[in-house]
């Protein structure tokens, strides 16, 4: 197993946009569906957005309409693209396989605040 290595967190002000980037494993993310989830201070972890190895994709209902996953095969790379952003959506985001299998990884931290 290994951790999937997450970048492009920071910090924006609302409204604002980022995108996400996850280097996975080339033998995880070609057979498994693959998934972003976030944790913010002093809650669990959840799920925001998932991806089949054939494209199909689901939000969290928080989140639809605002954010995108996408998945390149070739990479092995896992984005999301972040639009909109509100302060609900601080967290720390991680991504991982869906179900998540392997060994969660540093994350990136999102902050939106103005």
């Known amino acids: 197993q290994v951790q999937p290595v997450e970048s492009g967190g920071g910090l924006v002000q609302p409204g604002g946009s980022l995108r996400l980037s996850c280097a996975a494993s080339?033998?995880?993310?070609?057979?498994?569906?693959m998934a972003w989830y976030r944790q913010a201070p002093g809650k669990q972890r959840e799920l925001v957005a998932r991806?089949?190895?054939?494209?199909?994709?689901n939000y969290a209902d928080s989140v639809k309409g605002r954010f995108t996953i996408s998945r390149d095969k070739a990479e092995n790379s896992v984005d999301l693209q972040m639009n909109s952003l509100k302060a609900e959506d601080t967290a720390w985001y991680y991504c991982?396989?869906?179900?998540?299998?392997?060994?969660w990884g540093q994350g990136t931290q999102v902050t939106v605040s103005s």
């Open positions: 991982n396989t869906f179900p998540a299998l392997n060994p």
């Open positions: 080339g033998s995880i993310s070609s057979i498994y569906a």
């Open positions: 991806i089949t190895i054939i494209g199909t994709t």
